[in-house]
C-alpha cells in the first residue's frame, strides 16, 4: 500500500500562487510516476501534471503549462506542484497520485486539498 498526503491548499487572489505538496509512504516502486489532478464542482477529473520518479521527466495538461511546475525531492519522498498565476478556473480539489509505470492506471490517491481562487 502506498498513503499520499496533500497540503498546500488554500484560498487566495487571481495572480496569486500556492505550492502544493504530497508526501508518500509505504510500499515504493522503482519506475512509478506521481500524477496532479484536479476537479471542480459539476466536472470531470482533469490531469494537472505528472513526474516519472527516476529521470524526473514532465508533462502538463494544456490549461496549466507554462504556470504550473511539477518537481519531487526524492529524500523526502515528496512531490510538489508550484502554481503560479493562478485563475478563478483553477479552483478545484487537487489530488496526488501514483502509477507504478507509465502504462498503467493510477492506482493510489489522495484524499485531496482544496485550492480557491478568488477574482
Known amino acids: 500500500q502506498v498513503q499520499l498526503v496533500e497540503s498546500g491548499g488554500g484560498f487566495v487572489q487571481a495572480g496569486d500562487s500556492l505550492r502544493l505538496s504530497c508526501a508518500a509512504s509505504g510500499r515504493t516502486f522503482s519506475r512509478h510516476v506521481m500524477g496532479w489532478f484536479r476537479q471542480a464542482p459539476g466536472k470531470e477529473r482533469e490531469f494537472v501534471a505528472a513526474?516519472?520518479?527516476?529521470?524526473?521527466?514532465?508533462n502538463y495538461g494544456d490549461s496549466v503549462k507554462g504556470r504550473f511546475t511539477i518537481s519531487r525531492d526524492s529524500a523526502k519522498n515528496t512531490v510538489y506542484l508550484q502554481m503560479n498565476s493562478l485563475e478563478p478556473g483553477d479552483t478545484a480539489v487537487y489530488y496526488c497520485?501514483?502509477?507504478?509505470?507509465?502504462?498503467?492506471?493510477?492506482?493510489?490517491w489522495g484524499q485531496g486539498t482544496q485550492v480557491t481562487v478568488s477574482s
Open positions: 513526474i516519472t520518479w527516476s529521470s524526473a521527466s514532465t
Open positions: 497520485a501514483v502509477r507504478r509505470t507509465i502504462v498503467t492506471s493510477y492506482e493510489y
